[in-house]
């Protein structure tokens, strides 16, 4: 009979370990003999607790604990004691989990089971995670570690490192922690533990929640649901549910936020989960907050703070207290409003959680901004932002994190700026809004250039605008979008900031910038090929878009489809400006106005941020090359084909034209057709003066299509064998002075706090001290003849705005090209260059 129950047992692990719950359980309970009567009721324990039937899993490891004492087993002892934490621990009750993990613990280290208490120490760790210790926690993840790594343990390991990632992550270190939550899936998927990969999709999930990158974060999440829901964790089901739809909150779906939100409270109670019930009502009345059902949103959230406190989980608790603090001042209660984000910070401080009391100084802030008490709004403000700044100085080199973080929590940057204005500080709030343009694109900046970031960073705000200012050819403008309202500070040398605003009157910078494009946009007929693309299709086609047919933009003021933009933006100011220079640092929307079409009179170009102006403007004189061309033109791209083999990207006969037109003038051989890979575009373009691209982009983001590369790994090319990514493009260092992009969509991108992230971004990181971009589509022919007009004016000696002006009133005078789609899409971003080449 012992061998028998041996073999059932046996039996009952394999399947247990195949995840087939119901067949282990079908085993266990045939196994009659006392000695093994203990560890089967551990098994069947453990096995209730994968299904989520705790309760069930508590009475058979009291059965397990009972029977190891009986029969002396002080292993068997300190195995029933860790089952029973880890029950407790399922359900929300983390202080008799610890207690029960220090007793096995204790018992693994009395009889020399190093695999047992590694075990433990992580049990350990998971309970004073939950209670919000996190340093504890992550002292008892590495000793865990440490232990599997000398015993072998690859399954511990991966799953501990899984669990130090959401250490990390709830400590604000990100990058950290996603490194931690790679590990884990490595090793889950190296080790077949199905279970531990799905949760290892939905950690890195929640990590890119929190950096802002929804859509990445929804991706990671649907894998975890796909995955738990085959191995039947209906607990970890549960929480899935609630993190897509914590997700789809965040991108203001509101209503299948909380579909998702009630299945997780289902899932919960079902498997009387507290803190997970405790969550979901927790999400549910963020959902309704958002909703404006304030009242409804409290009810949920008091129900969320009392199970945070019977669970004694201290971390929720706090963002609980911030969330009624919330409701209760969008109804008008200021005073408990204050109080309960007071609560919330004073558990952040408790913890030492840097992005917590980031987002707890900024509640309080907005409670003094809206009481009447700006100087204290002020003093929150700044902490808020301080904090923020410090979590993100910890993503170090991710560009693409810190952008979406800084997208994420731009809400406390604009409050801050605007209460300084309430308060009469135009200066300070000028130099506010400056701090926090563009930051990541400066990290990487400081890096191209060699500054040193330490003492860069120490400037006060007024040191760098002063710098900037004294590199200002003439004067700038500097814009800042909160709501519908637009701030305006005009700059020039050794004058005195000058402040206006003005509101858009019936919607938004988004609406207006919509429709504005849409206006752009109409015509009828399409006069040849334009040089669009569009790989996030599946068939790449180039698009034919419409021609518009409206009349020019004159200085003096006929009605047409960029007036509404002019009176916008250059209206307000208008008696402020002098000379027929401008530089202008947008914001929002705005980043994507054709601002070089605006004006007859003045030559206008961007600029991401004063302080990126001041390092690009201020490298060396010998950091950017004076010499050298590369002209690439119409890439050979027949090799992309459809499934039935056929090319989809059409030649650009133009853009060949054109860049052998260009070459004739800079006695330079272009790169056309098949010469013109990808890989021999990245080589070429690292030490010349100018680098010019005429071939298709992308339209949402202006990435390139080039030549397949030779070398590859597959006869059809994939698109990282032609595509100009802008993760290229970063990885290089220029010299260029002049980068023209004459593609469809050059200057378009994501439009962040950051700026607008797109292919004209990523070239100014790699280097580039200028950079001519197309806004929308454009015509093959007519880019051609604006291009020969462009450098004509430069190869005379002009500037590059001085040569866009003189392009684009060719065009604009023409007769069958004076519709605003042709001449007004370029605009020139960064420094205004003047280029040394031969006349021809």
């Not at 034919?544 to 006929?558: A, D, F, G, Q, Y």
């Amino acid at each position: 009979m012992a061998g028998e129950g041996s073999t059932y047992r046996n039996l009952g692990n394999a399947y247990r370990s195949l995840v087939n719950f119901k067949q282990a359980i079908e085993y266990y309970e045939k196994i009659r003999d006392r000695a093994g009567e203990g560890s089967t009721y551990g098994n069947l324990g453990n096995t209730y607790r994968s299904l989520g039937n705790f309760k069930q899993a508590i009475e058979y490891h009291e059965k397990y604990l009972s029977i190891a004492k009986e029969v002396g087993d002080r292993a068997g002892e300190g195995r029933a004691y860790g089952n029973l934490g880890n029950a407790y621990f399922s359900l929300g009750k983390f202080k008799q989990a610890v207690e029960y993990h220090e007793k096995s613990i204790s018992i693994a280290k009395e009889v020399g089971d190093r695999a047992g208490e590694g075990r433990t120490y992580r049990h350990l760790g998971n309970a004073y995670f939950s209670l919000g210790n996190f340093k504890q926690a992550v002292e008892y993840y590495e000793k865990s570690i440490s232990i599997a790594k000398e015993v072998g343990d690859r399954a511990l390991e991966g799953s501990t490192y899984g669990n130090l990632g959401n250490a990390y992550h709830s400590l604000g270190n990100f990058k950290q922690a996603i490194q931690y939550f790679e590990k884990c899936l490595s090793i889950a998927k190296e080790v077949g533990d199905r279970a531990r990969e799905g949760s290892a999709y939905g950690n890195l999930g929640s990590a890119y929640l929190r950096l802002g990158n929804f859509k990445q974060a929804i991706e990671y999440y649907e894998k975890c649901l796909s995955i738990v829901k085959g191995v039947g964790n209906r607990a970890t089901e549960g929480s899935a549910y609630g993190n897509l739809g914590i997700a789809y909150h965040y991108l203001g779906n509101f209503k299948l936020a909380i579909e998702y939100y009630e299945k997780d409270l289902s899932i919960a109670k079902e498997v009387g989960n507290r803190a997970g019930e405790g969550s979901a009502y927790g999400n549910l009345g963020n959902a309704y907050n958002s909703l404006g059902d304030f009242e409804l949103a409290i009810e949920f959230y008091d129900k969320c703070l009392n199970i945070a406190k019977e669970v004694g989980d201290r971390a929720w608790e706090g963002s609980t207290y911030g969330n009624l603090g919330n409701a209760y001042r969008s109804l008008g209660n200021f005073k408990l409003a204050m109080e309960y984000h007071e609560h919330s910070l004073c558990i952040c401080k408790e913890f030492e959680d840097c992005l917590g009391e980031g987002v707890a100084w900024y509640w309080q802030g907005y409670d003094h901004e809206l009481s009447g008490s700006l100087s204290n709004a002020l003093s929150c403000y700044r902490l808020s932002t301080i904090h923020f700044d410090e979590t993100r100085y910890s993503l170090k080199s991710e560009d693409e994190w810190k952008i979406s973080f800084r997208d994420l929590y731009r809400m406390s940057y604009t409050a801050l700026w605007r209460t300084l204005l309430k308060n009469g500080e135009i200066e300070e709030a000028l130099y506010a809004a400056e701090k926090s343009r563009a930051q990541a694109l400066m990290d990487i900046l400081k890096d191209q250039y060699g500054i040193d970031s330490q003492s860069f960073s120490a400037l006060a705000p007024n040191q760098t605008l002063t710098a900037a200012l004294q590199l200002l050819p003439s004067q700038a403008v500097f814009v800042a979008l909160d709501e519908n309202k637009i701030t305006f500070w005009v700059l020039r040398k050794d004058s005195k900031i000058s402040f206006r605003q003005n509101e858009i009157a019936n919607g938004s910078a988004d609406l207006l910038m919509e429709t504005i494009l849409k206006g752009i946009s109409k015509g009828d007929g399409v006069r040849c090929e334009n040089r669009s693309l569009d790989p996030l299709r599946s068939d790449l086609s180039c698009s034919k878009k419409p021609i518009s047919e409206e009349t020019v933009l004159p200085s003096s003021s006929t009605v047409n489809s960029l007036q509404p933009l002019y009176d916008v933006l250059l209206v307000p100011i208008a008696d402020l400006l002098q000379g027929n220079e401008l530089i202008v640092v947008p914001d929002g929307p705005f980043c994507l106005a054709p601002y070089s079409a605006l004006s007859e009179s003045i030559r206008i170009r961007t600029v991401p941020s004063l302080s990126a102006f001041n390092v690009i403007v201020g490298a060396p004189e010998d950091f950017h090359s004076k010499t050298g061309a590369l002209l690439v033109g119409d890439p050979w791209l027949k090799e992309v084909t459809n499934k039935k083999g056929e090319p989809i990207l059409k030649e650009l006969p133009c853009a060949k034209q054109e860049v052998e037109m260009i070459g004739q003038l800079l006695d330079t051989t272009p790169l056309t057709g098949k010469s013109a890979t990808k890989a021999e575009v990245l080589k070429s373009m690292k030490s010349v003066a100018l680098v010019h691209i005429a071939a298709h982009g992308c339209p949402k983001t202006g990435e390139i299509a080039l030549a397949p590369n030779v070398e590859r790994k597959s006869p059809i090319p994939n698109e990282e064998d032609f595509i100009l990514k802008m993760s290229d493009v970063q990885t290089i260092s220029l010299r260029a002075r002049l980068v023209v992009l004459s593609c469809c969509h050059s200057g378009q991108g994501e439009v962040k706090s950051e700026g607008v992230v797109g292919i004209a971004r990523a070239f100014l990181c790699a280097g580039a001290r200028s950079v001519l971009v197309s806004l929308w589509a454009i015509d093959d022919e007519v880019t051609l003849l604006f291009m020969r007009s462009f450098y004509q004016h430069l190869v005379d000696g002009k500037s590059a705005s001085a040569a866009l002006q003189q392009a684009m009133k060719s065009i604009r005078e023409s007769k069958q090209y004076c519709a605003i789609k042709h001449w007004a899409p370029f605009v020139l971003v960064g420094d205004d260059v003047t280029l040394e080449f031969p006349k021809k």
